[in-house]
């Protein structure tokens, strides 16, 4: 981290700050003196910030939709910087053809208004590691995949890889217009977030017994990846794309565990433990970039 980056001196913005990053990202950003906008979607989430913050000043909650350009202008008012990650909006909770339009009209609107504030140094962008591993010669690429590689969205429509889909063209929608209007964007891959409510249901695991054989089924801890947000924006020399896991499925063990964990009596669309005769899977996924930009991040 640059020596010279003052911390107390800088007022973010999160969006959407009442999912579990979102919210566990304002916590940390308090903790180490950031003024923070949280920006919610939804009416009376503002109690989920009670108490969050001993210093009210230091906290002010926005009712932000990304479909309303100027309630998102409202609430980057003032910042220098921009944490985003997408919620599906209540009324169209699951992931299906027609989410990527979705997705990808809220990363235009974001960073269309990134744009439009002159305050703004840097954006981070919360995308997926399911832009990075669905493309037809993912099991014959050398080196490992890792942040050079896009997800190919024909792949993901062919077999419905709807969320692959929708955060493949969301991540470019928004690196293009980072570049034509001049903002600073830094985007995150993340592994499947393991969260306490996390079930089969998550749209993240349609081909998971897949991305397994494939070596490429990567998890991550909430803690690493707010961490990882952190060093990413208070870092001056982070750029591009960053893959984010710290664990990879890639025993039976592992791969019965979750299975498990997700659906104890109808875990069949994870691998199981007779699969493929082997105990263990080469990993076929690298996140050495970000590991390089950690080593002297100090959480």
């Known amino acids: 981290m640059a020596p010279s980056f ?15 990053l979102g919210f566990s990202l304002v916590q940390r950003l308090l903790q180490r003196g ?21 210093d009210s000043d230091k906290l002010k909650i926005f009712r932000s939709d990304p479909f309303d350009y100027h309630s ?4 980057l008012k003032g910042c220098s910087g921009l944490f985003y990650s997408f919620e599906p909006p209540l009324d169209q909770p699951n992931y299906d053809e027609y989410m990527a339009d979705v997705e990808v009209r809220a990363a235009h609107n ?10 703004i140094d840097k954006v981070v962008f919360t995308s997926s590691a399911t832009a990075v591993v669905w493309r037809e010669d993912r099991k014959t690429i050398e080196p490992d ?16 890889l709807w969320h692959g889909m929708s955060k493949t063209l969301s991540e470019k929608t928004a690196f293009a217009l980072a570049m034509d209007r001049g903002v600073n964007m830094v985007s995150i891959n993340a592994g499947l977030l393991m969260t306490h409510d996390l079930s089969i249901k998550h749209p993240y695991l349609r081909g998971a017994a897949e991305m397994y054989e494939d070596g490429v089924f990567v998890t991550v801890d909430l803690g690493f ?11 001056v020399s982070s750029y591009g794309r960053y893959l984010c896991f710290n664990h990879i499925i890639n025993t039976q063990d ?3 565990q979750l299975a498990h964990k ?38």
Not at 6 to 20: E, F, K, N
Not at 146 to 152: F, K, L, Q, Y
């Open 6 to 20: 003052d911390i107390t001196s800088h007022t973010v913005c999160v969006m959407d700050a009442s999912g579990q």
């Open 72 to 75: 998102i202008i409202d609430a």
């Open 254 to 256: 592992d791969a019965v």
């Open 145 to 160: 995949l890792d942040e050079i590689h896009w997800s190919d969205v024909n792949f993901c429509r062919k077999f419905k």
């Open 262 to 299: 997700l659906a104890p009596t109808a875990s069949s669309s994870l691998p199981q433990s007779g699969d493929h005769g082997k105990s263990f899977i080469e990993q076929k996924i690298s996140n050495k970039k970000l590991n390089k930009l950690m080593v002297d991040f100090e959480a």
């Open 225 to 235: 990846l707010v961490d990882t947000h952190i060093c990413v924006y208070e870092d």
């Open 110 to 119: 974001v960073l269309e208004a990134c744009a439009q504030t002159e305050t």
């Open 34 to 54: 950031y003024t923070v906008h949280a920006s919610i979607q939804k009416y009376g989430e503002e109690d989920l910030f009670n108490g969050v913050s001993a």
